[in-house]
């Protein structure tokens, strides 16, 4: 059978049924708590005083990462409340109950919110991060609070950190226990060499293999060779880093509109779209069918994706989180840079492919760069101090 075109198979798939049931749209209308006011609709709990927003500030990465799940826990809750108003309200149901919690949960998160823009704002790289036009107090926080640019020389690192890196070896637990139960033979006690084999098997590094390892052993009474399989399976990039890059702040972005006057263009927004248009022609031209053609068991015969897959095309929302990941990849590479050069005052290495391969020479510089001198905030060993030494072997 010939091979459609990508155009075919495009137009083929919106003729096919949509097997998610649609939810039933909730009216456009605010709650009726809500007057406009942001100083009313606060009432109901505390503002942060003065010293309470100096306390946030003062918190250390470890505390800026507790008060950045708890905006987003109080995000959702907010959310829920909301379209349960609307809900009620549209069934005309009473809903007096529901508005108050939904006014706490936006007093909550703005509780939050000025907690992570004071902690931000603390800092030289914090303030230059809000300087950009579509990032602002929440991403510099997350960025201040999830990067530790000790254990990170190379933007590569950050990047394997947050599950960006291409090719990356996550065993499954079958493959762990198969490795264990082999290279154990029957032993039960863990030694150094079967560690360093399971690190190696794993592709981690032998002290981060080490204290994964003895982290499981302090779970409980979890057996040696049991906590040699966990850390050998475990998923080798934060969960949570990952969620907050592209579930949180590419979505962000990309819906980030231009403002009036050169500091307001959305450039990770714009290097987002010239980039998806390039996959888009070349997924037109057919480069990316051996990928595609390998990815037809990832997903489900009856799916839209299978037949973009099937005629050796990636389908729109795979062309969509390629972009997606070169913006955010971009954007960590610039953060990168200016966390490196605050803390060492010495120019950050370029990331690894552009520095070793010819075909991948476009260097594309930070905005807002480089930091303005009256750039107000403190430095990074600020925020860096009383925590723990970089690990030996790592980072810098």
Not at 53 to 69: H, N
Not at 294 to 316: C, E, H, I, M, N
Not at 347 to 364: E, G, R, V
Request: charged share 30%; aromatic share 10%.
């Amino acid at each position: 059978m010939a091979k459609r075109t990508l155009a075919e198979i495009t137009e083929a798939t919106k003729m096919m049924p949509d097997d998610d049931k649609k939810r039933k749209a909730l009216p456009k209308t605010p709650p009726a708590y809500e007057t406009g006011d942001e100083h009313t609709d606060r009432l109901a709990l505390q503002k942060l005083s003065k010293d309470l927003r100096a306390g946030a500030a003062a918190v250390k990465r470890s505390g800026a990462r507790l008060i950045l799940d708890m905006f987003y826990q109080q995000q959702e809750t907010r959310e829920t409340y909301a379209n349960y108003v609307r809900a009620a309200e549209a069934n005309g149901e009473p809903s007096e109950f529901f508005q108050l919690k939904l006014g706490n949960a936006w007093a909550e998160e703005n509780q939050n919110r000025l907690a992570l823009e004071s902690f931000a704002g603390r800092y030289k790289v914090g303030n230059w991060i809000t300087s950009i036009h579509g990032l602002g107090p929440i991403t510099a926080a997350g960025m201040l609070s999830f990067i530790d640019i000790r254990r990170a020389d190379y933007v590569g690192k950050i990047w394997k950190f947050g599950g960006m890196a291409g090719e990356t070896i996550w065993r499954s637990k079958a493959e762990a226990e198969k490795f264990v139960t082999e290279l154990m033979g029957g032993k039960k006690r863990v030694t150094t060499e079967h560690i360093a084999a399971c690190a190696e098997y794993a592709d981690r590094k032998l002290g981060n293999f080490q204290r994964s390892f003895d982290q499981m052993r302090k779970k409980g009474s979890v057996k040696q060779v049991d906590a040699l399989v966990k850390a050998t399976c475990m998923r080798p990039y934060n969960k949570k880093f990952k969620t907050f890059c592209l579930g949180r702040i590419a979505g962000s972005l990309i819906k980030t509109k231009d403002g009036d006057g050169p500091d307001k263009v959305n450039f990770y927004g714009h290097a987002y779209r010239a980039h998806k248009a390039w996959i888009e022609e070349q997924n037109k031209a057919s480069v990316y069918e051996k990928d595609a053609l390998a990815l037809q068991s990832s997903v489900g015969k009856s799916t839209k994706a299978y037949q973009f897959y099937k005629d050796g095309y990636l389908p729109p929302g795979h062309v969509d989180r390629r972009a997606q990941r070169f913006m955010m990849k971009l954007l960590l590479s610039h953060v990168h840079c200016a966390l490196f050069e605050d803390f060492y005052g010495e120019t950050a290495p370029l990331p690894w492919i552009l520095a070793k391969d010819d075909n991948h020479n476009q260097y594309i510089a930070p905005p807002n760069w480089p930091i303005a001198d009256d750039m107000p905030g403190e430095p990074l060993s600020v925020l860096y101090e009383g925590s723990d030494p970089v690990p030996e072997g790592e980072g810098r």
